[in-house]
Protein backbone atom coordinates (compact mmCIF):
# COMPACT_ATOMS: atom_id res chain seq x y z
CA UNK A 1 0.00 0.00 0.00
CA UNK A 2 1.40 3.44 -1.11
CA UNK A 3 0.05 7.38 -0.04
CA UNK A 4 1.11 9.69 -2.63
CA UNK A 5 -0.53 13.09 -1.24
CA UNK A 6 0.69 13.68 3.00
CA UNK A 7 1.34 16.76 4.52
CA UNK A 8 3.79 17.12 7.99
CA UNK A 9 4.28 20.14 10.57
CA UNK A 10 6.49 21.95 7.95
CA UNK A 11 3.15 22.99 6.35
CA UNK A 12 -0.17 21.63 8.12
CA UNK A 13 0.33 18.27 9.54
CA UNK A 14 0.62 17.32 12.92
CA UNK A 15 3.17 14.66 12.57
CA UNK A 16 7.03 15.70 11.69
CA UNK A 17 8.56 14.40 9.10
CA UNK A 18 10.53 12.01 11.02
CA UNK A 19 6.91 11.26 12.87
CA UNK A 20 5.40 10.39 9.10
CA UNK A 21 8.35 7.77 8.51
CA UNK A 22 7.62 6.20 11.63
CA UNK A 23 3.73 6.01 11.39
CA UNK A 24 4.27 4.72 7.75
CA UNK A 25 6.53 2.05 9.24
CA UNK A 26 3.36 1.41 11.77
CA UNK A 27 1.18 1.14 9.03
CA UNK A 28 2.63 -0.97 6.26
CA UNK A 29 2.92 1.25 3.73
CA UNK A 30 6.51 0.93 1.31
CA UNK A 31 6.27 4.25 -0.38
CA UNK A 32 4.76 7.59 0.75
CA UNK A 33 4.77 11.05 -0.87
CA UNK A 34 5.37 13.93 1.24
CA UNK A 35 3.60 16.55 -0.87
CA UNK A 36 3.69 20.07 1.90
CA UNK A 37 1.98 22.97 0.81
CA UNK A 38 4.61 25.92 -0.85
CA UNK A 39 7.26 23.70 1.12
CA UNK A 40 9.85 21.12 0.45
CA UNK A 41 11.03 22.20 4.05
CA UNK A 42 10.56 19.08 5.57
CA UNK A 43 11.85 16.84 2.42
CA UNK A 44 15.69 16.42 3.62
CA UNK A 45 14.53 15.07 7.34
CA UNK A 46 12.14 12.37 6.16
CA UNK A 47 14.40 11.15 3.64
CA UNK A 48 17.85 11.08 5.75
CA UNK A 49 15.62 9.45 8.64
CA UNK A 50 14.59 6.81 6.59
CA UNK A 51 18.08 6.57 5.19
CA UNK A 52 19.56 6.29 8.74
CA UNK A 53 16.92 3.70 9.85
CA UNK A 54 17.53 1.26 6.80
CA UNK A 55 21.27 1.52 7.63
CA UNK A 56 20.71 1.20 11.30
CA UNK A 57 18.46 -2.35 10.66
CA UNK A 58 20.85 -3.53 7.76
CA UNK A 59 24.22 -3.09 10.58
CA UNK A 60 22.16 -4.94 13.17
CA UNK A 61 21.46 -7.62 10.99
CA UNK A 62 18.08 -6.88 10.50
CA UNK A 63 17.28 -7.17 6.54
CA UNK A 64 13.81 -7.78 6.99
CA UNK A 65 13.36 -4.05 9.22
CA UNK A 66 15.19 -2.50 7.00
CA UNK A 67 13.01 -3.54 4.28
CA UNK A 68 10.03 -1.98 6.49
CA UNK A 69 11.17 1.28 5.80
CA UNK A 70 9.22 3.16 3.41
CA UNK A 71 10.57 5.22 0.46
CA UNK A 72 9.82 8.78 0.52
CA UNK A 73 8.83 10.27 -2.41
CA UNK A 74 9.75 14.40 -2.70
CA UNK A 75 6.93 16.01 -3.78
CA UNK A 76 4.96 19.24 -2.84
CA UNK A 77 1.26 20.59 -3.46
CA UNK A 78 1.42 23.94 -4.88
CA UNK A 79 -1.20 26.39 -4.45
CA UNK A 80 -2.99 28.22 -7.33
CA UNK A 81 -5.89 30.32 -8.29
CA UNK A 82 -8.26 29.69 -11.04
CA UNK A 83 -11.36 32.02 -11.36
CA UNK A 84 -11.73 32.59 -7.98
CA UNK A 85 -10.65 28.80 -6.76
CA UNK A 86 -7.86 27.41 -4.85
CA UNK A 87 -6.34 24.46 -7.49
CA UNK A 88 -3.95 22.47 -6.25
CA UNK A 89 -1.42 20.74 -8.19
CA UNK A 90 1.04 18.35 -6.69
CA UNK A 91 4.48 17.60 -7.51
CA UNK A 92 5.67 13.76 -7.12
CA UNK A 93 9.65 13.08 -7.52
CA UNK A 94 10.74 16.87 -7.65
CA UNK A 95 14.46 17.83 -7.53
CA UNK A 96 13.70 19.57 -4.18
CA UNK A 97 17.22 20.65 -3.96
CA UNK A 98 16.53 22.64 -7.75
CA UNK A 99 17.93 26.31 -6.83
CA UNK A 100 15.18 27.82 -8.90
CA UNK A 101 12.39 25.97 -7.69
CA UNK A 102 13.65 26.78 -4.34
CA UNK A 103 14.03 30.20 -4.74
CA UNK A 104 10.77 30.73 -6.57
CA UNK A 105 8.91 28.74 -3.55
CA UNK A 106 10.31 31.57 -0.99
CA UNK A 107 9.56 34.76 -2.61
CA UNK A 108 6.43 32.99 -3.72
CA UNK A 109 5.24 32.74 -0.27
CA UNK A 110 7.04 36.04 1.30
CA UNK A 111 5.16 38.13 -1.53
CA UNK A 112 1.55 36.38 -0.95
CA UNK A 113 1.82 36.33 3.20
CA UNK A 114 3.29 40.16 3.16
CA UNK A 115 0.45 40.99 0.83
CA UNK A 116 -1.70 39.65 2.84
CA UNK A 117 -0.74 40.90 6.30
CA UNK A 118 -0.79 44.73 4.06
CA UNK A 119 -3.93 44.07 3.20
CA UNK A 120 -5.42 42.98 6.88
CA UNK A 121 -3.69 46.12 8.68
CA UNK A 122 -5.69 48.28 5.96
CA UNK A 123 -8.71 46.97 7.35
CA UNK A 124 -7.89 46.80 10.39
CA UNK A 125 -7.22 50.68 9.84
CA UNK A 126 -10.88 51.13 8.85
CA UNK A 127 -12.31 49.13 12.31
CA UNK A 128 -12.19 45.81 11.26
CA UNK A 129 -10.63 43.41 13.63
CA UNK A 130 -8.74 40.95 10.99
CA UNK A 131 -5.81 39.55 10.74
CA UNK A 132 -3.74 37.04 8.76
CA UNK A 133 -3.33 34.44 11.44
CA UNK A 134 -7.36 34.68 12.07
CA UNK A 135 -7.95 34.29 7.67
CA UNK A 136 -5.86 31.24 8.33
CA UNK A 137 -7.60 29.42 11.17
CA UNK A 138 -11.01 30.25 9.49
CA UNK A 139 -9.95 29.04 6.07
CA UNK A 140 -7.52 26.43 7.09
CA UNK A 141 -5.36 24.36 3.94
CA UNK A 142 -6.93 27.68 1.67
CA UNK A 143 -4.96 30.16 -0.26
CA UNK A 144 -6.16 32.73 1.40
CA UNK A 145 -8.01 34.98 -1.58
CA UNK A 146 -10.07 37.78 -1.53
CA UNK A 147 -13.67 35.70 -1.18
CA UNK A 148 -11.82 34.67 2.25
CA UNK A 149 -11.70 38.64 3.24
CA UNK A 150 -15.56 39.19 1.99
CA UNK A 151 -17.02 35.29 3.93
CA UNK A 152 -14.59 36.27 7.07
CA UNK A 153 -16.09 40.22 6.69
CA UNK A 154 -19.87 39.31 6.51
CA UNK A 155 -19.53 36.27 9.39
CA UNK A 156 -18.31 39.13 11.61
CA UNK A 157 -21.00 41.46 11.12
CA UNK A 158 -18.53 43.97 9.51
CA UNK A 159 -21.02 43.60 6.00
CA UNK A 160 -24.31 42.78 5.34
CA UNK A 161 -23.13 41.57 1.90
CA UNK A 162 -20.21 39.95 -0.39
CA UNK A 163 -21.33 42.44 -3.36
CA UNK A 164 -20.59 45.05 -0.29
CA UNK A 165 -17.24 43.62 0.32
CA UNK A 166 -15.93 44.46 -3.47
CA UNK A 167 -18.08 47.43 -4.28
CA UNK A 168 -16.71 49.02 -0.77
CA UNK A 169 -13.33 47.55 0.81
CA UNK A 170 -11.14 45.12 -1.39
CA UNK A 171 -12.57 45.25 -5.09
CA UNK A 172 -9.66 46.03 -7.60
CA UNK A 173 -9.97 49.91 -7.49
CA UNK A 174 -11.22 49.98 -3.43
CA UNK A 175 -8.74 51.75 -1.23
CA UNK A 176 -7.83 48.49 1.18
CA UNK A 177 -7.20 46.39 -2.00
CA UNK A 178 -3.77 45.37 -2.59
CA UNK A 179 -2.72 43.02 -5.86
CA UNK A 180 -0.94 39.95 -4.98
CA UNK A 181 1.84 37.98 -7.36
CA UNK A 182 -0.96 35.41 -8.74
CA UNK A 183 0.15 31.75 -9.80
CA UNK A 184 -2.24 29.82 -11.61
CA UNK A 185 -2.57 26.05 -11.92
CA UNK A 186 -0.98 26.25 -15.35
CA UNK A 187 2.22 28.30 -14.18
CA UNK A 188 2.07 25.91 -11.10
CA UNK A 189 2.28 22.84 -13.22
CA UNK A 190 5.51 24.46 -15.55
CA UNK A 191 7.17 24.99 -12.48
CA UNK A 192 6.93 21.33 -11.35
CA UNK A 193 8.51 20.37 -14.60
CA UNK A 194 10.91 22.50 -14.16
CA UNK A 195 11.82 20.97 -11.21
CA UNK A 196 11.72 17.70 -13.08
CA UNK A 197 8.61 16.58 -11.49
CA UNK A 198 5.82 15.01 -11.96
CA UNK A 199 2.16 17.44 -11.79
CA UNK A 200 -0.81 16.05 -10.72
CA UNK A 201 -3.65 17.93 -10.48
CA UNK A 202 -4.66 17.35 -6.76
CA UNK A 203 -8.27 16.66 -5.51
CA UNK A 204 -10.43 17.33 -8.58
CA UNK A 205 -13.87 16.55 -7.03
CA UNK A 206 -13.35 19.05 -4.55
CA UNK A 207 -13.68 22.21 -6.61
CA UNK A 208 -17.45 21.88 -7.19
CA UNK A 209 -16.68 22.86 -10.98
CA UNK A 210 -19.24 20.82 -12.49
CA UNK A 211 -18.71 17.89 -15.22
CA UNK A 212 -18.00 20.01 -18.05
CA UNK A 213 -15.87 23.02 -16.29
CA UNK A 214 -13.48 20.60 -14.84
CA UNK A 215 -13.17 18.56 -18.17
CA UNK A 216 -12.32 22.16 -19.40
CA UNK A 217 -9.89 23.11 -16.75
CA UNK A 218 -8.05 19.41 -17.03
CA UNK A 219 -8.21 19.42 -20.78
CA UNK A 220 -6.33 23.23 -20.30
CA UNK A 221 -3.47 22.00 -17.86
CA UNK A 222 -3.11 18.89 -19.93
CA UNK A 223 -1.64 20.95 -22.68
CA UNK A 224 0.43 22.82 -20.10
CA UNK A 225 1.78 19.72 -19.66
CA UNK A 226 -0.13 17.97 -16.51
CA UNK A 227 0.78 14.35 -16.54
CA UNK A 228 -1.16 12.77 -13.86
CA UNK A 229 -4.51 13.52 -11.46
CA UNK A 230 -5.86 11.75 -8.24
CA UNK A 231 -8.26 9.43 -9.00
CA UNK A 232 -7.96 8.16 -5.58
CA UNK A 233 -8.77 10.19 -2.63
CA UNK A 234 -10.29 9.67 0.76
CA UNK A 235 -13.49 11.64 0.50
CA UNK A 236 -14.55 10.19 -3.17
CA UNK A 237 -17.42 8.08 -4.22
CA UNK A 238 -17.62 4.84 -6.38
CA UNK A 239 -19.01 7.87 -9.10
CA UNK A 240 -16.62 10.39 -8.03
CA UNK A 241 -13.47 7.81 -8.59
CA UNK A 242 -15.33 6.74 -12.31
CA UNK A 243 -15.51 10.16 -13.44
CA UNK A 244 -11.98 11.28 -12.45
CA UNK A 245 -10.87 8.12 -14.02
CA UNK A 246 -12.95 8.86 -17.27
CA UNK A 247 -10.52 12.19 -17.42
CA UNK A 248 -7.47 10.37 -16.69
CA UNK A 249 -7.94 8.14 -19.84
CA UNK A 250 -9.45 11.19 -21.95
CA UNK A 251 -6.25 12.95 -21.81
CA UNK A 252 -3.95 10.51 -21.25
CA UNK A 253 -3.00 11.33 -17.84
CA UNK A 254 -1.36 8.94 -15.11
CA UNK A 255 -3.40 7.97 -11.74
CA UNK A 256 -2.37 9.26 -8.72
CA UNK A 257 -3.51 8.70 -5.50
CA UNK A 258 -3.29 9.71 -1.65
CA UNK A 259 -4.93 10.17 1.97
CA UNK A 260 -4.02 13.85 2.29
CA UNK A 261 -2.98 13.04 5.66
CA UNK A 262 -2.81 15.87 7.97
CA UNK A 263 -3.23 14.19 11.20
CA UNK A 264 -5.09 15.94 14.28
CA UNK A 265 -6.03 18.39 11.68
CA UNK A 266 -8.00 16.13 9.69
CA UNK A 267 -9.74 13.50 12.38
CA UNK A 268 -10.96 10.37 11.43
CA UNK A 269 -8.53 10.54 8.57
CA UNK A 270 -5.76 8.06 8.80
CA UNK A 271 -2.49 7.81 6.65
CA UNK A 272 -2.81 5.30 3.82
CA UNK A 273 -6.59 4.30 3.95
CA UNK A 274 -8.27 7.59 4.51
CA UNK A 275 -11.71 7.16 6.24
CA UNK A 276 -11.07 3.44 6.22
CA UNK A 277 -12.00 2.61 2.63
CA UNK A 278 -8.47 4.08 0.63
CA UNK A 279 -6.47 1.75 -1.37
CA UNK A 280 -3.85 3.13 -3.59
CA UNK A 281 -2.23 0.18 -5.29
CA UNK A 282 1.15 -0.37 -5.68
CA UNK A 283 1.34 -0.50 -9.36
CA UNK A 284 0.29 2.95 -9.41
CA UNK A 285 3.72 4.28 -8.33
CA UNK A 286 5.50 1.56 -10.81
CA UNK A 287 3.46 3.72 -13.57
CA UNK A 288 4.41 6.78 -11.83
CA UNK A 289 7.83 6.09 -11.29
CA UNK A 290 8.81 4.46 -15.20
CA UNK A 291 8.25 8.09 -16.24
CA UNK A 292 11.15 8.88 -14.50
CA UNK A 293 12.98 6.53 -16.99
CA UNK A 294 15.04 8.74 -20.14
CA UNK A 295 14.29 8.25 -24.10
CA UNK A 296 16.20 7.96 -26.46
CA UNK A 297 14.92 9.25 -29.94
CA UNK A 298 17.48 8.35 -32.71
CA UNK A 299 17.89 8.49 -36.36
CA UNK A 300 19.24 5.21 -37.90
CA UNK A 301 20.90 6.28 -41.15
CA UNK A 302 24.24 8.48 -40.21
CA UNK A 303 23.85 8.40 -36.24
CA UNK A 304 23.12 4.53 -35.19
CA UNK A 305 23.78 2.68 -37.88
CA UNK A 306 27.45 2.36 -39.54
CA UNK A 307 27.69 3.36 -43.11
CA UNK A 308 27.10 0.34 -44.45
CA UNK A 309 23.42 -0.01 -42.41
CA UNK A 310 24.65 -2.30 -40.10
CA UNK A 311 25.56 -2.09 -36.27
CA UNK A 312 28.26 -2.58 -34.69
CA UNK A 313 28.27 -5.45 -31.68
CA UNK A 314 29.49 -2.49 -29.38
CA UNK A 315 26.47 -0.75 -29.77
CA UNK A 316 24.34 -3.59 -30.06
CA UNK A 317 25.42 -4.39 -26.24
CA UNK A 318 25.02 -0.45 -25.25
CA UNK A 319 21.62 -0.63 -26.19
CA UNK A 320 21.11 -4.02 -24.52
CA UNK A 321 22.29 -2.50 -21.19
CA UNK A 322 20.00 0.82 -21.76
CA UNK A 323 17.26 -0.99 -22.08
CA UNK A 324 17.66 -3.85 -19.71
CA UNK A 325 17.54 -0.54 -17.10
CA UNK A 326 14.13 0.63 -18.53
CA UNK A 327 15.10 3.20 -20.62
CA UNK A 328 13.24 3.53 -24.02
CA UNK A 329 14.56 2.94 -27.65
CA UNK A 330 12.62 4.86 -30.47
CA UNK A 331 14.10 4.17 -33.91
CA UNK A 332 13.37 7.59 -35.74
CA UNK A 333 14.23 7.61 -39.05
CA UNK A 334 12.69 8.84 -42.59
CA UNK A 335 13.00 5.46 -43.64
CA UNK A 336 9.33 3.69 -44.18
CA UNK A 337 7.99 0.89 -41.30
CA UNK A 338 8.87 -2.02 -43.27
CA UNK A 339 12.40 -1.17 -43.98
CA UNK A 340 13.32 -0.23 -40.27
CA UNK A 341 11.58 -3.39 -39.80
CA UNK A 342 13.84 -5.09 -41.73
CA UNK A 343 16.96 -3.70 -40.40
CA UNK A 344 15.76 -4.12 -36.98
CA UNK A 345 15.81 -7.87 -37.37
CA UNK A 346 18.42 -8.08 -39.32
CA UNK A 347 20.75 -6.54 -36.66
CA UNK A 348 18.75 -7.49 -33.51
CA UNK A 349 17.78 -4.35 -32.35
CA UNK A 350 14.30 -5.37 -31.11
CA UNK A 351 13.35 -4.49 -27.68
CA UNK A 352 10.49 -4.73 -24.79
CA UNK A 353 8.57 -1.46 -25.15
CA UNK A 354 9.93 -0.41 -28.28
CA UNK A 355 8.38 2.25 -30.86
CA UNK A 356 9.07 3.32 -34.45
CA UNK A 357 8.89 6.91 -35.62
CA UNK A 358 8.99 5.94 -39.54
CA UNK A 359 8.38 8.40 -42.92
CA UNK A 360 9.84 11.57 -40.37
CA UNK A 361 7.19 11.25 -38.33
CA UNK A 362 3.96 10.18 -40.57
CA UNK A 363 3.58 7.10 -39.04
CA UNK A 364 4.33 5.82 -35.13
CA UNK A 365 4.42 2.37 -34.64
CA UNK A 366 4.13 -0.36 -31.65
CA UNK A 367 6.45 -2.93 -31.70
CA UNK A 368 4.93 -5.19 -29.25
CA UNK A 369 1.34 -4.76 -30.01
CA UNK A 370 1.80 -4.91 -33.78
CA UNK A 371 0.06 -1.20 -34.10
CA UNK A 372 0.13 1.93 -35.43
CA UNK A 373 -0.21 4.88 -32.82
CA UNK A 374 0.00 7.65 -35.50
CA UNK A 375 -0.77 7.66 -38.98
CA UNK A 376 -0.40 11.19 -40.91
CA UNK A 377 -1.20 11.42 -44.63
CA UNK A 378 -1.14 13.45 -47.61
CA UNK A 379 -4.68 13.77 -49.68
CA UNK A 380 -4.68 12.14 -52.78
CA UNK A 381 -5.67 15.89 -54.28
CA UNK A 382 -2.24 16.74 -53.02
CA UNK A 383 -0.45 13.69 -54.18
CA UNK A 384 -2.03 14.21 -57.95
CA UNK A 385 -0.74 18.31 -58.08
CA UNK A 386 2.89 17.27 -56.30
CA UNK A 387 3.52 14.18 -58.85
CA UNK A 388 2.45 16.58 -61.67
CA UNK A 389 5.06 19.08 -61.01
CA UNK A 390 7.63 16.71 -60.84
CA UNK A 391 6.70 15.30 -64.02
CA UNK A 392 6.60 18.93 -65.58
CA UNK A 393 10.53 19.31 -64.37
CA UNK A 394 11.49 15.69 -65.63
CA UNK A 395 12.07 14.89 -61.67
CA UNK A 396 11.82 11.43 -60.28
CA UNK A 397 9.39 11.30 -57.82
CA UNK A 398 7.18 7.93 -55.75
CA UNK A 399 4.83 7.82 -52.68
CA UNK A 400 3.83 4.33 -50.96
CA UNK A 401 1.34 1.95 -49.58
CA UNK A 402 1.73 0.52 -46.73
CA UNK A 403 4.59 -2.38 -47.68
CA UNK A 404 5.46 -0.74 -51.31
CA UNK A 405 7.03 1.51 -53.38
CA UNK A 406 4.44 3.56 -55.97
CA UNK A 407 6.27 4.55 -58.86
CA UNK A 408 6.26 5.61 -62.67
CA UNK A 409 9.18 2.96 -63.36
CA UNK A 410 12.48 1.48 -62.61
CA UNK A 411 15.51 4.41 -63.14
CA UNK A 412 18.70 5.55 -61.97
CA UNK A 413 17.51 7.23 -58.71
CA UNK A 414 14.90 4.11 -57.80
CA UNK A 415 18.27 2.05 -58.30
CA UNK A 416 20.04 4.05 -55.86
CA UNK A 417 17.19 4.28 -53.88
CA UNK A 418 16.55 0.36 -53.41
CA UNK A 419 20.31 -0.44 -52.73
CA UNK A 420 19.52 0.17 -49.37
CA UNK A 421 15.41 0.53 -48.99
CA UNK A 422 14.73 -2.64 -49.67
CA UNK A 423 10.91 -2.84 -50.90
CA UNK A 424 9.14 -4.14 -53.67
CA UNK A 425 7.73 -1.56 -56.52
CA UNK A 426 4.60 -0.78 -57.74
CA UNK A 427 5.14 0.44 -61.02
CA UNK A 428 1.73 3.06 -62.19
CA UNK A 429 1.18 5.54 -64.92
CA UNK A 430 -1.42 7.43 -62.35
CA UNK A 431 0.67 7.79 -58.96
CA UNK A 432 -2.31 9.63 -56.69
CA UNK A 433 -4.86 7.35 -58.31
CA UNK A 434 -3.01 4.22 -57.06
CA UNK A 435 -3.04 5.76 -53.48
CA UNK A 436 -6.82 6.77 -53.21
CA UNK A 437 -6.49 7.34 -49.19
CA UNK A 438 -3.28 9.22 -49.53
CA UNK A 439 0.38 8.42 -48.34
CA UNK A 440 2.44 8.97 -45.27
CA UNK A 441 4.80 10.97 -47.40
CA UNK A 442 6.34 11.51 -50.84
CA UNK A 443 10.01 11.51 -52.14
CA UNK A 444 11.56 13.27 -55.37
CA UNK A 445 15.26 11.76 -55.62
CA UNK A 446 18.20 13.60 -57.39
CA UNK A 447 21.54 11.97 -57.39
CA UNK A 448 24.02 15.21 -58.69
CA UNK A 449 22.16 18.11 -57.58
CA UNK A 450 20.60 19.02 -54.89
CA UNK A 451 19.48 22.63 -56.17
CA UNK A 452 17.38 21.15 -58.66
CA UNK A 453 15.28 20.12 -55.35
CA UNK A 454 15.59 23.28 -53.64
CA UNK A 455 14.30 25.05 -56.29
CA UNK A 456 11.38 22.00 -56.87
CA UNK A 457 10.70 22.59 -53.26
CA UNK A 458 10.61 26.66 -53.47
CA UNK A 459 7.61 25.73 -56.38
CA UNK A 460 5.57 23.87 -54.24
CA UNK A 461 5.70 26.52 -51.31
CA UNK A 462 2.28 28.42 -52.20
CA UNK A 463 0.30 25.73 -53.29
CA UNK A 464 1.36 23.75 -50.29
CA UNK A 465 0.67 26.56 -47.54
CA UNK A 466 0.12 25.02 -44.25
CA UNK A 467 -1.16 21.21 -45.36
CA UNK A 468 2.66 20.43 -46.64
CA UNK A 469 6.28 20.23 -45.34
CA UNK A 470 9.22 19.64 -47.17
CA UNK A 471 12.85 18.77 -46.08
CA UNK A 472 16.23 16.94 -46.77
CA UNK A 473 17.04 13.82 -45.15
CA UNK A 474 20.48 14.44 -47.08
CA UNK A 475 21.70 16.13 -50.32
CA UNK A 476 19.75 13.62 -52.98
CA UNK A 477 16.36 12.96 -50.84
CA UNK A 478 13.82 15.53 -50.41
CA UNK A 479 11.06 14.18 -47.98
CA UNK A 480 7.47 15.92 -48.98
CA UNK A 481 5.24 15.11 -45.74
CA UNK A 482 2.28 16.32 -44.36
CA UNK A 483 2.45 19.39 -41.72
CA UNK A 484 1.35 17.92 -38.93
CA UNK A 485 4.23 15.35 -39.24
CA UNK A 486 7.84 15.74 -38.46
CA UNK A 487 9.64 14.02 -36.12
CA UNK A 488 9.80 16.47 -33.71
CA UNK A 489 6.34 16.42 -33.38
CA UNK A 490 6.07 12.58 -33.34
CA UNK A 491 8.47 13.36 -30.50
CA UNK A 492 5.84 15.45 -28.53
CA UNK A 493 3.10 12.53 -29.43
CA UNK A 494 5.70 9.44 -27.94
CA UNK A 495 6.63 11.39 -25.00
CA UNK A 496 3.14 12.31 -23.89
CA UNK A 497 1.90 8.96 -25.07
CA UNK A 498 4.92 7.03 -22.55
CA UNK A 499 3.70 9.68 -19.88
CA UNK A 500 7.58 11.18 -19.78
CA UNK A 501 8.49 14.63 -19.22
CA UNK A 502 10.27 16.15 -22.47
CA UNK A 503 13.01 16.89 -19.63
CA UNK A 504 13.70 12.74 -20.23
CA UNK A 505 13.77 12.93 -23.77
CA UNK A 506 16.86 12.47 -25.50
CA UNK A 507 17.22 13.24 -30.12
CA UNK A 508 20.15 11.93 -32.03
CA UNK A 509 20.33 12.85 -35.74
CA UNK A 510 22.55 14.19 -38.58
CA UNK A 511 20.54 15.84 -41.16
CA UNK A 512 18.26 18.18 -42.11
CA UNK A 513 14.81 16.28 -40.98
CA UNK A 514 16.51 15.43 -37.37
CA UNK A 515 16.10 19.39 -36.47
CA UNK A 516 13.08 19.34 -35.70
CA UNK A 517 12.92 16.08 -33.23
CA UNK A 518 16.49 18.00 -31.83
CA UNK A 519 14.74 20.79 -30.67
CA UNK A 520 11.82 19.37 -29.53
CA UNK A 521 13.45 17.08 -27.28
CA UNK A 522 14.88 17.81 -23.71
CA UNK A 523 18.24 17.14 -24.63
CA UNK A 524 19.15 17.29 -28.69
CA UNK A 525 22.69 15.59 -30.00
CA UNK A 526 24.49 15.72 -33.22
CA UNK A 527 26.50 13.66 -34.43
CA UNK A 528 30.54 14.21 -35.37
CA UNK A 529 29.39 13.63 -38.66
CA UNK A 530 26.54 15.70 -38.38
CA UNK A 531 25.63 19.04 -40.95
CA UNK A 532 26.83 22.12 -39.76
CA UNK A 533 22.92 23.09 -38.86
CA UNK A 534 22.36 20.67 -36.69
CA UNK A 535 25.69 21.08 -34.92
CA UNK A 536 24.50 24.49 -34.27
CA UNK A 537 20.85 23.09 -33.17
CA UNK A 538 22.08 20.34 -30.79
CA UNK A 539 22.63 20.50 -26.78
CA UNK A 540 25.68 18.09 -27.96
CA UNK A 541 28.13 17.63 -30.16
CA UNK A 542 29.36 13.72 -29.98
CA UNK A 543 32.82 13.83 -29.83
CA UNK A 544 32.71 10.42 -32.77
CA UNK A 545 30.85 9.79 -35.88
CA UNK A 546 28.47 7.23 -36.28
CA UNK A 547 31.05 5.16 -37.38
CA UNK A 548 33.34 5.44 -34.47
CA UNK A 549 29.99 4.61 -32.07
CA UNK A 550 29.70 8.43 -31.31
CA UNK A 551 26.33 7.52 -29.76
CA UNK A 552 27.57 5.21 -26.87
CA UNK A 553 29.31 8.33 -24.98
CA UNK A 554 25.64 9.53 -24.79
CA UNK A 555 24.31 6.18 -23.42
CA UNK A 556 26.86 5.63 -21.17
CA UNK A 557 26.20 9.44 -19.92
CA UNK A 558 22.44 8.95 -19.46
CA UNK A 559 21.20 5.92 -19.65
CA UNK A 560 22.11 4.00 -16.80
CA UNK A 561 20.27 2.56 -13.65
Known amino acids: MIDLHVHSTRSDGTYSPSELVD ?13 DH ?9 ISYAQKLRREYLENGNPELAESVPEIIPGIELSSEHEGRDIHIVGLFIDYKNAAFCDYLKQFVESRDLRNEKMCKRLQEAGMNITYEALQKEFPNSVITRAHYAKYMLKNGYIKSMKEAFDRYIG ?31 HPILYGMGTAKLDSVVGELKAAGLMGIESLYSTYTAADERQIRSLASKYNLLISGGSDFHGSNKPDLDLGTGYGNLNVPDFIL ?16 GTLLLSDCTISPTMRAALDQMTAAG ?56 IAYIVAKAEERGLHIHGYTAREIVCHGMNAELEFYTSRIHLPLICVDDIAAYLPDGCFKLQSIHLTDRSVLEDFRESLL ?100
Do not use: W
Open 23 to 35: YAIKKNLKAFALT
Open 38 to 46: DSVDGLEEA
Open 172 to 202: DHCPYYIPREKVTPAQAVELILQADGIPVLA
Open 286 to 301: EDIRATRKNLLFTDMD
Open 327 to 382: HHLILSSGRPLPSILEVRDKEQINYPNMLILSNNGALVYDCDKDVNLLECRISQKD
Open 462 to 561: EYCGDRIQMIFSNDQYLEILPAEAGKGNALRFIADHLHAPLSHTFASGDAENDLSMLAAAGTGIAMANATDAVKEAAHIVTKKTNNEDGLIEIIEKYFGE
